[in-house]
């Protein structure tokens, strides 16, 4: 619920917001590793955790398509250095008021 309303109070441009405000990206990406991942029967280490892992990520980038508001995505970063660069007092009384 936060980071809906991150993206809302960024006040991006709605089709924009309505890819960003969904984590039916992340979840996507995630079903591919654990079927990439479902292959290992032993895991060793860390580090064969994170191979694997990094394999299903690449997977998983085959079928990745174009965000359909791509073209509003230099948007997206103005808002984001803006709210960077907002002094922390204001973060702070917005938090307090929530």
Do not use: Y
């Not at 029967?41 to 997977?59: I, N, P």
Request: aromatic share 4%; charged share 30%; glycine share 4%.
């Amino acid at each position: 619920l936060d980071e809906i309303l991150t993206v809302t109070r960024l006040g991006l441009p709605p089709e924009l917001r309505r890819s960003l405000a969904s984590t039916n990206i992340v979840e996507s990406m995630n079903a591919v590793i654990r079927q990439v991942c479902r292959n290992v029967k032993r895991w060793r280490d860390a580090k064969m955790a994170l191979r694997w892992t990094a394999a299903g990520m690449l997977e998983a980038a085959k079928g990745f398509r174009r965000l359909k508001a791509h073209k509003q995505l230099p948007v997206l970063k103005a808002a984001l250095e803006k709210h960077r660069s907002k002094p922390e007092d204001a973060v702070d009384q917005v938090a307090d008021a929530a």
